[in-house]
Protein backbone atom coordinates (compact mmCIF):
# COMPACT_ATOMS: atom_id res chain seq x y z
CA UNK A 1 0.00 0.00 0.00
CA UNK A 2 2.87 2.21 1.04
CA UNK A 3 4.43 1.75 -2.53
CA UNK A 4 1.13 2.38 -4.36
CA UNK A 5 0.60 6.18 -2.37
CA UNK A 6 4.31 6.76 -3.18
CA UNK A 7 3.51 6.31 -6.63
CA UNK A 8 0.57 8.33 -6.20
CA UNK A 9 2.18 11.52 -4.83
CA UNK A 10 4.34 11.68 -7.66
CA UNK A 11 1.84 11.47 -10.09
CA UNK A 12 -0.44 14.61 -8.38
CA UNK A 13 2.82 16.84 -7.75
CA UNK A 14 4.62 16.31 -11.39
CA UNK A 15 1.26 15.97 -13.50
CA UNK A 16 3.11 12.87 -15.30
CA UNK A 17 0.30 11.20 -17.77
CA UNK A 18 -1.27 7.87 -16.13
CA UNK A 19 0.35 5.81 -19.33
CA UNK A 20 4.25 7.22 -18.62
CA UNK A 21 3.94 6.33 -14.78
CA UNK A 22 2.29 3.12 -15.74
CA UNK A 23 5.56 2.16 -18.16
CA UNK A 24 8.23 3.14 -15.39
CA UNK A 25 6.59 1.21 -12.34
CA UNK A 26 6.58 -1.61 -14.63
CA UNK A 27 9.75 -1.21 -15.42
CA UNK A 28 11.03 -0.87 -12.34
CA UNK A 29 9.57 -3.66 -10.50
CA UNK A 30 10.83 -6.02 -13.89
CA UNK A 31 14.08 -4.34 -13.92
CA UNK A 32 15.14 -2.48 -10.80
CA UNK A 33 18.24 -1.18 -11.99
CA UNK A 34 19.92 2.11 -12.83
CA UNK A 35 18.97 2.29 -16.23
CA UNK A 36 15.43 1.88 -15.30
CA UNK A 37 15.86 4.78 -12.33
CA UNK A 38 17.93 7.25 -14.84
CA UNK A 39 14.77 6.67 -17.39
CA UNK A 40 12.21 7.81 -14.36
CA UNK A 41 14.16 11.04 -13.79
CA UNK A 42 14.34 11.60 -17.18
CA UNK A 43 10.29 11.20 -17.81
CA UNK A 44 9.79 13.12 -14.90
CA UNK A 45 11.69 15.96 -15.64
CA UNK A 46 10.30 16.33 -19.10
CA UNK A 47 7.25 16.40 -17.90
CA UNK A 48 8.16 19.07 -15.53
CA UNK A 49 9.96 21.46 -18.18
CA UNK A 50 6.60 21.12 -20.45
CA UNK A 51 4.31 22.58 -17.45
CA UNK A 52 5.48 26.07 -16.89
CA UNK A 53 4.83 26.98 -20.45
CA UNK A 54 1.40 25.50 -20.48
CA UNK A 55 0.40 27.64 -17.55
CA UNK A 56 -0.21 30.27 -19.42
CA UNK A 57 -2.95 28.70 -21.40
CA UNK A 58 -2.89 27.74 -24.79
CA UNK A 59 -0.79 30.65 -26.74
CA UNK A 60 1.41 30.29 -29.83
CA UNK A 61 4.30 30.81 -27.12
CA UNK A 62 3.54 28.57 -24.78
CA UNK A 63 2.91 25.87 -27.47
CA UNK A 64 6.19 26.13 -29.05
CA UNK A 65 8.01 26.16 -26.02
CA UNK A 66 5.97 23.02 -24.75
CA UNK A 67 5.85 21.04 -27.88
CA UNK A 68 9.62 19.44 -27.77
CA UNK A 69 9.50 18.00 -24.41
CA UNK A 70 5.65 16.44 -25.27
CA UNK A 71 7.21 14.98 -28.51
CA UNK A 72 9.59 13.54 -26.30
CA UNK A 73 7.35 11.75 -23.64
CA UNK A 74 5.33 10.56 -27.06
CA UNK A 75 8.39 9.27 -28.58
CA UNK A 76 6.92 10.68 -31.78
CA UNK A 77 8.29 11.75 -35.49
CA UNK A 78 6.71 15.11 -35.26
CA UNK A 79 4.10 17.03 -33.06
CA UNK A 80 1.65 19.56 -34.20
CA UNK A 81 -0.97 22.03 -31.31
CA UNK A 82 -3.64 23.59 -32.68
CA UNK A 83 -6.35 26.14 -30.93
CA UNK A 84 -9.46 26.72 -32.35
CA UNK A 85 -8.63 28.79 -35.26
CA UNK A 86 -5.03 27.99 -36.42
CA UNK A 87 -2.17 26.17 -35.96
CA UNK A 88 0.51 27.16 -33.06
CA UNK A 89 3.08 24.87 -33.43
CA UNK A 90 4.62 21.96 -35.87
CA UNK A 91 8.12 20.54 -34.20
CA UNK A 92 10.08 17.32 -35.54
CA UNK A 93 10.44 15.89 -38.80
CA UNK A 94 8.33 16.59 -41.86
CA UNK A 95 8.45 19.60 -41.93
CA UNK A 96 6.22 20.62 -45.46
CA UNK A 97 3.60 18.86 -43.52
CA UNK A 98 2.94 21.89 -41.37
CA UNK A 99 0.67 23.55 -44.09
CA UNK A 100 -1.34 20.79 -43.48
CA UNK A 101 -1.81 20.01 -40.19
CA UNK A 102 -4.85 22.75 -38.94
CA UNK A 103 -6.72 20.89 -41.74
CA UNK A 104 -5.78 17.32 -40.07
CA UNK A 105 -7.12 18.69 -36.48
CA UNK A 106 -10.71 20.33 -38.50
CA UNK A 107 -12.90 16.85 -37.65
CA UNK A 108 -11.51 16.89 -34.43
CA UNK A 109 -12.30 20.46 -33.19
CA UNK A 110 -15.96 19.95 -34.61
CA UNK A 111 -16.78 17.04 -32.85
CA UNK A 112 -13.78 16.19 -30.25
CA UNK A 113 -13.18 12.63 -31.42
CA UNK A 114 -9.86 11.44 -31.71
CA UNK A 115 -8.93 11.11 -35.53
CA UNK A 116 -6.17 8.37 -36.97
CA UNK A 117 -5.28 9.81 -40.03
CA UNK A 118 -3.00 8.16 -43.41
CA UNK A 119 -1.31 11.06 -45.11
CA UNK A 120 -0.07 10.68 -48.51
CA UNK A 121 3.41 12.28 -48.92
CA UNK A 122 5.26 11.53 -52.03
CA UNK A 123 9.09 11.81 -50.09
CA UNK A 124 9.80 8.21 -49.76
CA UNK A 125 12.23 9.26 -46.68
CA UNK A 126 9.51 11.06 -44.60
CA UNK A 127 8.70 9.37 -41.61
CA UNK A 128 5.36 11.11 -41.19
CA UNK A 129 2.90 8.73 -42.93
CA UNK A 130 -0.17 8.37 -40.22
CA UNK A 131 -1.21 11.13 -37.48
CA UNK A 132 -3.42 10.48 -34.45
CA UNK A 133 -5.06 13.57 -33.26
CA UNK A 134 -6.63 14.15 -30.09
CA UNK A 135 -8.96 16.79 -28.32
CA UNK A 136 -7.85 19.20 -26.24
CA UNK A 137 -10.19 20.39 -23.63
CA UNK A 138 -10.75 22.66 -21.00
CA UNK A 139 -14.43 23.32 -19.08
CA UNK A 140 -16.12 20.01 -21.13
CA UNK A 141 -14.93 22.45 -24.24
CA UNK A 142 -12.97 21.66 -27.12
CA UNK A 143 -9.90 24.39 -27.60
CA UNK A 144 -7.69 22.69 -29.60
CA UNK A 145 -6.21 19.60 -30.91
CA UNK A 146 -2.76 17.92 -30.57
CA UNK A 147 -1.57 15.73 -33.15
CA UNK A 148 1.29 13.33 -33.22
CA UNK A 149 3.15 12.30 -36.71
CA UNK A 150 4.55 9.03 -37.41
CA UNK A 151 5.61 6.14 -39.44
CA UNK A 152 2.82 4.00 -37.67
CA UNK A 153 -0.40 4.75 -35.89
CA UNK A 154 -0.30 1.86 -33.60
CA UNK A 155 -2.91 1.67 -30.43
CA UNK A 156 0.27 2.49 -28.28
CA UNK A 157 0.36 5.60 -29.90
CA UNK A 158 -2.99 6.54 -29.92
CA UNK A 159 -3.03 6.13 -25.90
CA UNK A 160 -0.49 7.73 -25.63
CA UNK A 161 -1.39 10.71 -27.48
CA UNK A 162 -4.62 10.84 -25.54
CA UNK A 163 -2.99 10.55 -22.01
CA UNK A 164 -0.75 13.33 -22.93
CA UNK A 165 -3.31 15.74 -23.89
CA UNK A 166 -5.51 14.69 -21.10
CA UNK A 167 -2.39 15.74 -19.04
CA UNK A 168 -2.14 19.20 -21.02
CA UNK A 169 -6.11 20.03 -20.70
CA UNK A 170 -5.44 19.33 -17.00
CA UNK A 171 -2.38 22.20 -17.05
CA UNK A 172 -4.62 24.70 -19.21
CA UNK A 173 -7.66 24.02 -16.38
CA UNK A 174 -5.06 24.92 -13.64
CA UNK A 175 -4.20 28.09 -16.08
CA UNK A 176 -8.07 28.85 -16.05
CA UNK A 177 -7.80 29.10 -12.51
CA UNK A 178 -5.11 31.23 -12.25
CA UNK A 179 -6.61 34.03 -14.49
CA UNK A 180 -9.88 33.44 -12.44
CA UNK A 181 -8.32 34.19 -9.74
CA UNK A 182 -6.31 37.02 -10.64
CA UNK A 183 -9.84 38.37 -12.30
CA UNK A 184 -11.45 37.98 -8.99
CA UNK A 185 -8.40 39.79 -7.27
CA UNK A 186 -8.54 42.81 -9.88
CA UNK A 187 -12.27 42.79 -8.56
CA UNK A 188 -11.35 43.02 -5.58
CA UNK A 189 -9.03 45.20 -5.15
CA UNK A 190 -11.84 47.67 -7.44
CA UNK A 191 -14.65 46.88 -4.94
CA UNK A 192 -11.82 48.03 -2.36
CA UNK A 193 -11.01 51.10 -4.22
CA UNK A 194 -15.24 51.61 -4.58
CA UNK A 195 -14.91 51.86 -0.93
CA UNK A 196 -11.81 53.86 0.16
CA UNK A 197 -12.78 56.35 -2.20
CA UNK A 198 -15.81 58.83 -1.99
CA UNK A 199 -15.45 59.02 1.68
CA UNK A 200 -11.92 59.42 1.91
CA UNK A 201 -11.56 61.89 -1.09
CA UNK A 202 -14.57 64.69 -0.07
CA UNK A 203 -13.31 64.84 3.38
CA UNK A 204 -9.51 65.13 2.19
CA UNK A 205 -10.48 68.23 -0.50
CA UNK A 206 -12.83 69.47 1.92
CA UNK A 207 -9.33 69.66 4.57
CA UNK A 208 -7.26 71.09 1.85
CA UNK A 209 -10.10 73.74 0.99
CA UNK A 210 -10.12 74.95 4.38
CA UNK A 211 -6.41 76.24 3.94
CA UNK A 212 -6.64 77.51 0.68
CA UNK A 213 -6.98 81.07 2.02
CA UNK A 214 -5.38 80.65 5.37
CA UNK A 215 -2.51 78.80 4.55
CA UNK A 216 -1.94 78.83 0.98
CA UNK A 217 1.60 76.55 1.04
CA UNK A 218 -0.16 73.78 3.38
CA UNK A 219 -2.65 73.90 1.21
CA UNK A 220 -0.25 73.34 -1.82
CA UNK A 221 1.37 70.22 0.58
CA UNK A 222 -1.51 68.42 1.20
CA UNK A 223 -2.87 68.37 -2.50
CA UNK A 224 0.67 67.15 -3.65
CA UNK A 225 -0.09 64.40 -0.92
CA UNK A 226 -2.98 63.80 -1.99
CA UNK A 227 -2.60 63.53 -5.57
CA UNK A 228 0.29 60.78 -4.97
CA UNK A 229 -2.05 58.96 -2.24
CA UNK A 230 -4.53 58.64 -5.16
CA UNK A 231 -1.82 58.05 -7.77
CA UNK A 232 -0.73 54.90 -6.07
CA UNK A 233 -4.41 53.76 -4.72
CA UNK A 234 -5.90 53.80 -8.50
CA UNK A 235 -2.50 52.52 -10.78
CA UNK A 236 -3.32 49.57 -13.14
CA UNK A 237 -0.99 47.24 -12.76
CA UNK A 238 0.59 44.53 -10.55
CA UNK A 239 -1.43 42.79 -7.76
CA UNK A 240 1.59 43.31 -5.26
CA UNK A 241 3.58 45.99 -3.95
CA UNK A 242 6.12 46.09 -1.54
CA UNK A 243 5.55 46.81 2.08
CA UNK A 244 7.91 50.08 1.93
CA UNK A 245 5.44 51.46 -0.81
CA UNK A 246 2.38 50.21 0.99
CA UNK A 247 3.54 52.18 4.03
CA UNK A 248 4.47 55.11 2.24
CA UNK A 249 0.70 55.50 0.69
CA UNK A 250 -0.25 54.99 4.39
CA UNK A 251 1.50 58.03 5.72
CA UNK A 252 0.37 60.05 2.89
CA UNK A 253 -2.72 58.94 4.13
CA UNK A 254 -2.22 59.85 7.79
CA UNK A 255 -0.78 63.56 6.73
CA UNK A 256 -4.13 64.20 5.27
CA UNK A 257 -6.06 62.70 8.20
CA UNK A 258 -4.30 64.53 10.98
CA UNK A 259 -4.66 67.89 8.84
CA UNK A 260 -8.24 66.93 9.46
CA UNK A 261 -8.11 65.67 12.98
CA UNK A 262 -5.21 68.48 14.14
CA UNK A 263 -3.67 66.85 17.70
CA UNK A 264 -6.51 64.44 17.90
CA UNK A 265 -4.95 62.12 15.64
CA UNK A 266 -1.96 60.60 17.34
CA UNK A 267 0.19 58.15 15.25
CA UNK A 268 3.18 55.48 16.44
CA UNK A 269 5.12 53.50 13.96
CA UNK A 270 7.96 51.03 14.39
CA UNK A 271 8.72 49.61 11.56
CA UNK A 272 12.15 47.09 11.24
CA UNK A 273 13.93 48.04 8.09
CA UNK A 274 14.39 44.37 6.93
CA UNK A 275 11.04 43.65 6.31
CA UNK A 276 10.31 47.22 4.20
CA UNK A 277 11.56 45.04 0.59
CA UNK A 278 8.90 41.83 1.37
CA UNK A 279 6.36 41.71 -1.17
CA UNK A 280 2.71 42.23 0.13
CA UNK A 281 -1.25 42.09 -1.32
CA UNK A 282 -1.97 45.47 -3.05
CA UNK A 283 -3.54 47.53 -0.68
CA UNK A 284 -3.80 45.35 1.77
CA UNK A 285 -2.96 47.42 4.75
CA UNK A 286 -3.93 51.16 3.87
CA UNK A 287 -7.93 50.07 4.61
CA UNK A 288 -6.56 48.79 8.27
CA UNK A 289 -5.35 52.14 8.88
CA UNK A 290 -8.47 53.93 7.46
CA UNK A 291 -10.47 51.44 9.14
CA UNK A 292 -9.22 52.56 12.39
CA UNK A 293 -9.44 56.07 12.18
CA UNK A 294 -12.86 56.03 10.67
CA UNK A 295 -14.41 53.04 13.05
CA UNK A 296 -12.26 54.06 15.83
CA UNK A 297 -11.16 57.22 16.43
CA UNK A 298 -14.07 59.52 14.43
CA UNK A 299 -16.95 59.24 17.46
CA UNK A 300 -14.19 59.15 20.15
CA UNK A 301 -13.73 62.02 22.43
CA UNK A 302 -10.53 63.64 22.66
CA UNK A 303 -7.38 62.12 21.44
CA UNK A 304 -7.13 58.87 19.49
CA UNK A 305 -4.05 57.21 19.20
CA UNK A 306 -2.90 54.49 16.39
CA UNK A 307 0.18 52.12 16.66
CA UNK A 308 1.37 50.78 13.29
CA UNK A 309 4.33 47.87 13.77
CA UNK A 310 5.88 46.01 10.92
CA UNK A 311 8.66 43.40 12.21
CA UNK A 312 10.81 40.58 11.35
CA UNK A 313 9.45 37.22 12.58
CA UNK A 314 11.90 35.07 11.16
CA UNK A 315 10.70 33.39 7.83
CA UNK A 316 7.45 35.82 8.33
CA UNK A 317 6.56 39.34 8.60
CA UNK A 318 4.35 40.56 11.66
CA UNK A 319 2.31 43.55 11.23
CA UNK A 320 -0.06 45.07 13.46
CA UNK A 321 -2.69 48.00 13.15
CA UNK A 322 -4.07 48.92 16.49
CA UNK A 323 -6.37 51.75 18.08
CA UNK A 324 -7.81 52.94 21.30
CA UNK A 325 -11.30 53.75 19.68
CA UNK A 326 -14.58 52.30 20.40
CA UNK A 327 -13.79 48.61 19.47
CA UNK A 328 -17.03 46.68 18.51
CA UNK A 329 -18.60 43.17 19.50
CA UNK A 330 -16.47 40.25 18.86
CA UNK A 331 -19.46 38.70 17.26
CA UNK A 332 -20.54 41.10 15.10
CA UNK A 333 -16.89 41.44 13.83
CA UNK A 334 -16.78 37.74 12.97
CA UNK A 335 -20.32 38.16 10.75
CA UNK A 336 -18.47 40.88 9.38
CA UNK A 337 -15.15 38.80 8.46
CA UNK A 338 -17.69 36.12 7.14
CA UNK A 339 -19.36 38.63 4.78
CA UNK A 340 -22.63 37.65 6.51
CA UNK A 341 -22.94 41.62 7.27
CA UNK A 342 -21.63 44.89 6.01
CA UNK A 343 -21.03 47.85 7.85
CA UNK A 344 -22.57 51.45 7.02
CA UNK A 345 -19.58 53.10 5.24
CA UNK A 346 -16.99 49.90 6.03
CA UNK A 347 -14.25 49.42 4.44
CA UNK A 348 -13.25 46.45 3.34
CA UNK A 349 -12.13 44.08 6.12
CA UNK A 350 -13.69 41.28 4.88
CA UNK A 351 -12.13 41.79 1.79
CA UNK A 352 -8.34 42.35 3.04
CA UNK A 353 -9.10 39.14 4.92
CA UNK A 354 -10.16 36.94 1.98
CA UNK A 355 -7.28 38.55 -0.27
CA UNK A 356 -5.10 37.63 2.33
CA UNK A 357 -6.24 33.82 2.15
CA UNK A 358 -6.58 33.58 -1.60
CA UNK A 359 -2.75 34.23 -1.74
CA UNK A 360 -0.98 32.65 1.28
CA UNK A 361 -3.80 30.02 2.45
CA UNK A 362 -6.56 30.18 5.28
CA UNK A 363 -3.85 30.29 8.31
CA UNK A 364 -2.68 33.93 7.35
CA UNK A 365 -6.17 35.85 7.24
CA UNK A 366 -6.43 38.84 9.85
CA UNK A 367 -6.44 38.12 13.68
CA UNK A 368 -8.30 40.74 15.45
CA UNK A 369 -9.05 41.21 19.10
CA UNK A 370 -11.71 43.93 19.94
CA UNK A 371 -14.18 44.36 22.04
CA UNK A 372 -16.50 47.12 23.08
CA UNK A 373 -14.85 50.65 24.82
CA UNK A 374 -11.64 48.37 24.38
CA UNK A 375 -10.12 49.38 21.37
CA UNK A 376 -9.79 47.19 18.19
CA UNK A 377 -6.21 45.54 17.12
CA UNK A 378 -5.71 43.26 13.80
CA UNK A 379 -2.93 41.63 13.26
CA UNK A 380 -1.43 40.47 9.85
CA UNK A 381 1.06 37.59 9.02
CA UNK A 382 2.79 37.52 5.47
CA UNK A 383 5.19 34.93 4.70
CA UNK A 384 8.59 36.68 3.56
CA UNK A 385 8.59 34.62 0.84
CA UNK A 386 5.86 32.69 -1.24
CA UNK A 387 5.30 31.01 -5.12
CA UNK A 388 3.95 33.85 -7.43
CA UNK A 389 4.59 36.86 -4.87
CA UNK A 390 6.31 39.28 -6.08
CA UNK A 391 6.71 42.69 -6.36
CA UNK A 392 7.30 44.10 -9.61
Not at 3 to 29: I, M, Q, S
Not at 234 to 257: C, K, N, Q, V
Request: hydrophobic share 40%; charged share 25%; net charge negative.
Amino acid sequence: MQYVVGVAVVAVLVGVPAFVLWRLVRGRRELGTSPAERATFETLHTASLAGPPLRAGLTAEGAEKASRHLRTLLGSSALAITDSERLLVYDGAGDHHAGEAFAHARATLKDGRTQVLDLDCPLLECPVRHAVVVPLTTDDRVVGTLAAYGPHASAGLVRAAQEVAGWVDSQLELAELDRSRTLLMEAEVRALRAQISPHFIYNSLTTIASFVRTDPERARELLLEFADFTRYSFRRHGEFTTLAEELRSIDRYLILERARFGDQLQVTLRIAPEVLPVAVPFLCLQPLVENAVRHGLESKDGVGRITIIAEDAGAECGISVEDDGLGMDPDRLRRILAGDITPAGGVGLANVDERLRQVYGDEYGLVVETAPGAGTKVNVRLPKYHPGVSAR
